[in-house]
């Protein structure tokens, strides 16, 4: 029987998160691994790497897109894509709520963006993104806009936007590359073939948004899509963008693409099982290639920040380990 979700590794991978020097980082394992009493969340705020993203926030709440956009739509509104990349860190890092005065005046902006039909849209021009803007609302219900009307409207938009087999997909990855003109990006969005089967790119980044929010985690429709990304573990997508099974094992923290932890972390909180085949086969993967410092490969090598994102990333592995073998408790 197992009595504590890291019975079941290795090696214990506690002493090697708390000796890394980040505060933010000590936080969250006192916080959510070990249950141990901690200061107030803002405190984080004031740390140095929040009050550096802060400062370079612009008046309309946005993040400027520092570099040329390597993207083809003349008005894509890559701003909105630095704010959701500065988003992630303030929320997911140093869990910034609607209370702060930084991320409420993003808020502003990112809503500003949403359409009458109910999408956030911008970063592929005027076409529609699902994944993007389901990656951003997931980081305004994790800091408190679960009742806002506006997320509410985003996550009703997610809904209607489904396909035949319960997931999702890009609508632009159907169209050929030699028709994505200026012209294509300008236009009115196309809608999505219902009967194409669904991107785990796609499915895997909307779930996150509906996983984070309480009154939809369990709703029939987001099990069923839950399902549907279930089935594709560890296999390619159907379409080219991040296509090759092998970034299943290519992980991020803060979150990103899907991969096979942001995937079990979405199963976690929508309440599936780990004595369900696919889910146990996925735990037994990071089970069975833990590092022999405690901790796991990113798969992003060894650049810049890479010895803090294997820490962040052991933290997201831990939380998952610590929902799926702690639940029946």
């Known amino acids: 029987m197992i009595t504590s979700w890291k019975s079941p590794l290795p090696i214990d991978p506690l002493p090697v998160l708390l000796a890394w020097q980040d505060p933010a980082l000590t936080y969250h394992v006192q916080r959510d691994l070990q249950g141990h009493p901690v200061e107030l969340l803002g405190t984080l705020w004031e740390l ?40 992630r860190i303030l929320v997911e890092k140093y869990g910034f709520q609607k209370d702060q005065t930084a991320l409420a005046r993003a808020a502003e902006y990112v809503f500003s963006c949403q359409t009458e039909e109910g999408d956030i849209r ?38 209607s936007m489904r396909q035949a087999d319960g997931g999702w997909l890009i609508p632009a990855q159907l169209v050929p590359a030699k028709l994505k003109t200026d012209q294509f990006w300008q236009s009115a969005p196309i809608l999505p073939d219902r009967s194409r089967p669904h991107s785990h790119l796609a499915t895997g980044m909307v779930l996150r948004a509906f996983a984070a929010h ?17 089935e594709r573990l560890f296999q390619p997508d159907k379409y080219n963008d991040r296509k090759a099974p092998s970034y299943w094992l290519k992980f991020q923290f803060p979150f990103w693409w899907p991969n096979l932890l942001t995937a079990l972390d979405t ?34 090598g060894s650049g ?17 380990l610590k929902r799926f073998y702690e639940m029946e408790g």
């Open 48 to 87: 140095p790497e929040p009050l550096r993203l802060t400062t370079k926030q612009h008046s309309n709440g946005s993040w400027h897109y520092p570099e040329r956009p390597n993207h083809p739509a003349p008005n894509a509104n890559y701003d909105l894509l630095e704010t959701y990349r500065s988003l």
């Open 214 to 230: 309480p009154d939809y985690r369990q709703r029939i429709e987001v099990i069923a899509a839950g399902n549907c990304l279930k």
């Open 267 to 300: 199963f976690s909180w929508l309440g599936f099982d780990r004595q369900d085949g696919q889910i146990g086969r996925a735990l037994d993967w990071f089970i069975a290639n833990q590092s022999a410092d405690g901790l796991w490969e990113t798969g992003y």
């Open 304 to 320: 810049s920040g890479a010895a803090a994102m294997r820490h962040w990333v052991g933290l997201a592995v831990c939380r998952v």
């Open 122 to 159: 911008g970063i592929l021009g005027n076409q529609y993104m699902p994944y993007y803007h389901a990656a951003i609302l997931e980081l305004f219900i994790k800091a408190g806009y679960t009742k806002d009307i506006r997320v509410e409207k985003g996550l009703q938009w997610l809904l």
